[in-house]
């Protein structure tokens, strides 16, 4: 069903609708089977390494890429084969592409410009837009003569003063410094709620993605494995690669074994472990053990948090997973440290270790406690595993 655009205090809300799109160029294939479905008004991210095929879908929804197959629509509307111009999308670069010979004020009113509105109307719109994005005293100067994080304003007023029913943003923050970056997030993430445009935002920062997006989809080889809340990316990744993305530090994985008795056991599978008490191997509830009898592979991932690794005394009882290897490094983050744990040829990164009641030191003997609810369990392809150890 296609949902048309809606008209509300003047701004259009539209949705983007995008459907099996696959794009290649010869044998290398940058998008396949990509579908995506964006809310009017929502702030939509998309999250991955560099060269998955991000900026790939926003030239495609812009019409600067053509596609090889599939469909977009923007509102109701099929644009596969309409020109850039007659899209109604604006779209901002990591690299902020202002006319240096033009004041602020002529690069915001420049599309406008191009449309020859009237300029009464070109004067309003521009004041009323720099006076949004705090630039209103700028207007005056050229590029040159301001900081970048005015210059990206600039960039986000002159895609603004269209109005136009699509934003597009491609890693626009990139050039900032890491405090600029932060300060910019929060206000792009404001402007957008306030003017309420349907916004495709790109990056492949998790920390932007994290923050800014209503819902982030996670990409990678021209492929959308995910698309959820931000919150829910981290706590149940539909897979390693999203489990492994996510997070910083991210995730640790363990290579356990699956053994096949009376009942099924999952046993800690390192041939240069040190020698690991019983509690290293976990028993699969009888009602969940024929999740793991369809797996093939004799051996699974396990997944944990470096934050949801307790640091456990010689002494103390715990119920759940335990293992035992050698501190090898502790980093010192100012007002938090994080250990470096050696089990055979597993390195397990452990954080909030200044918050902990036991310190690890470095060559000495480090006791760690799992949680059973805090494992992700993954097969050897990276595919999740969806059953609860408890």
């Known amino acids: 069903m296609q949902i048309k655009s809606i008209q509300t205090e003047g701004i259009i809300l539209t949705t983007l609708s995008i459907r099996n799109l696959t794009k290649t160029y010869g044998h290398l294939i940058a998008l396949e089977n990509f579908s995506l479905e964006i809310s009017s008004g929502e702030f939509m991210v998309l999250l991955g390494p560099s060269g998955c095929g991000k900026t790939t879908v926003l030239r495609c929804i812009a019409g600067l890429t053509d596609i090889t197959s599939g469909e977009i629509y923007i509102g109701s509307e099929l644009v596969n084969k309409l020109p850039p111009k007659d899209r109604?999308?604006?779209?901002?670069?990591?690299?902020?592409?202002?006319?240096?010979?033009?004041?602020?004020?002529?690069?915001?009113?420049?599309?406008?410009?191009?449309?020859?509105?009237?300029?009464d109307k070109i004067n309003e719109s521009v004041q009323k837009i720099a006076k949004l994005l705090d630039i209103d005293n700028l207007l005056e100067r050229k590029p040159k003569e301001i900081s970048g994080g005015q210059m990206q304003r600039v960039a986000l007023g002159r895609a603004l003063v269209r109005e136009p029913k699509i934003f597009l943003m491609d890693e626009p923050l990139s050039n900032l410094d890491a405090k600029l970056r932060t300060e910019m997030r929060v206000e792009i993430k404001k402007l957008q709620e306030k003017v309420g445009i349907t916004t495709l935002y790109i990056t492949h920062d998790q920390a932007e993605a994290m923050s800014m997006a209503d819902n982030v989809g996670i990409m990678d080889s021209g492929r959308l494995f995910q698309l959820d809340s931000p919150q829910k990316v981290y706590t149940e990744p539909a897979n390693r690669f999203v489990a492994s993305f996510i997070g910083v530090p991210p995730m640790n994985f363990l290579k356990f074994k699956i053994i096949r008795e009376s009942s099924l056991?999952?046993?800690?599978?390192?041939?240069?472990?040190?020698?690991?008490?019983?509690?290293?191997?976990?028993?699969?509830?009888?009602?969940?053990?024929?999740?793991?009898?369809?797996?093939?592979?004799?051996?699974?991932?396990?997944?944990?948090?470096?934050?949801?690794?307790?640091?456990?005394?010689d002494d103390e009882d715990f119920d759940g997973l335990r293992l035992k290897g050698e501190t090898v490094y502790v980093e010192s983050l100012g007002d938090d440290s994080i250990?470096?744990?050696?089990?055979?040829?597993?390195?397990?990164?452990?954080?909030?270790?200044?918050?902990?009641?036991?310190?690890?030191?470095?060559?000495?003997?480090?006791?760690?406690?799992?949680?059973?609810?805090?494992?992700?369990?993954?097969?050897?392809?990276?595919?999740?595993?969806?059953?609860?150890?408890?």
Not at 275 to 280: A, M, P, T
Not at 290 to 296: D, P, R, S, T
Request: no cysteine; proline share 4%.
């Open 88 to 119: 109604d999308v604006a779209m901002v670069f990591q690299n902020y592409s202002l006319y240096p010979h033009m004041n602020v004020y002529d690069n915001i009113a420049f599309p406008l410009k191009m449309r020859k509105v009237q300029k």
């Open 265 to 313: 056991f999952l046993k800690f599978d390192d041939n240069n472990s040190y020698q690991q008490d019983n509690r290293s191997i976990i028993k699969i509830p009888d009602t969940l053990a024929g999740n793991l009898n369809n797996i093939l592979e004799e051996t699974i991932m396990l997944g944990i948090r470096p934050k949801d690794i307790i640091l456990l005394r």
């Open 339 to 390: 250990a470096e744990v050696k089990l055979g040829e597993s390195l397990l990164k452990i954080s909030n270790v200044t918050s902990r009641n036991e310190t690890p030191i470095v060559g000495k003997e480090a006791r760690i406690g799992i949680k059973y609810d805090k494992i992700k369990l993954f097969t050897n392809s990276g595919e999740r595993i969806h059953i609860k150890l408890i």
